[in-house]
């Protein structure tokens, strides 16, 4: 009597159905991995100016006391201010108020407002009503430069969105 041959191993069908599945998830991850540190300081950015921009708009909407809510922005950082000044603070005790320096500096993008290059500050205000006043009257697109571009616009009615 002979032993019946016990075939160990995959089989044809399942190694092809391996390597495709790899294949996919190669074509779907692996450019995304290579731009993840360079495109993070530029997303970050892009959302945080977002949210100090409505923040400042909230805060403007429900001002009862008549005082000034500002956000400046300059070449590479932007904060929210209380236009006593137009002097942006080198660091700000929420990550939710601004850019630090030391960060702007890591990050290294630039910010341009309405197609133009930032070159002392560049101011946004609100009125009650939420609309853009003093640098954005009429509305306004800024854009944070780094390996990509990310724009927000501001439309004149108050509308911000990216």
Known sequence: MSKPHCNTGF???????????IGIIAVAAFPK????????????????LLNVL???QLQAMQNTTGSCHQVIIV???????DCSNNALAS??????????ET??????LAISANGQAITNSFDIRFNALGQPTHGCT???TIEIAGTLTATITIEPQGYIHR
Not at 75 to 81: A, D, I, L
């Open 11 to 21: 089989t044809l069908v399942e190694l092809i159905v391996v390597l495709v599945l």
């Open 33 to 48: 991995i290579g731009l993840v540190q360079s495109d993070s300081y530029t997303t970050e950015f892009r959302d945080r």
């Open 54 to 56: 409505r923040h400042s």
């Open 75 to 81: 070449s590479t950082r932007f904060g929210q201010h």
């Open 91 to 100: 660091s700000f005790t929420n990550d939710f108020l601004g850019v630090s």
């Open 103 to 108: 960060e702007a500096t890591n990050a290294n």
């Open 138 to 140: 009429g509305g306004c």
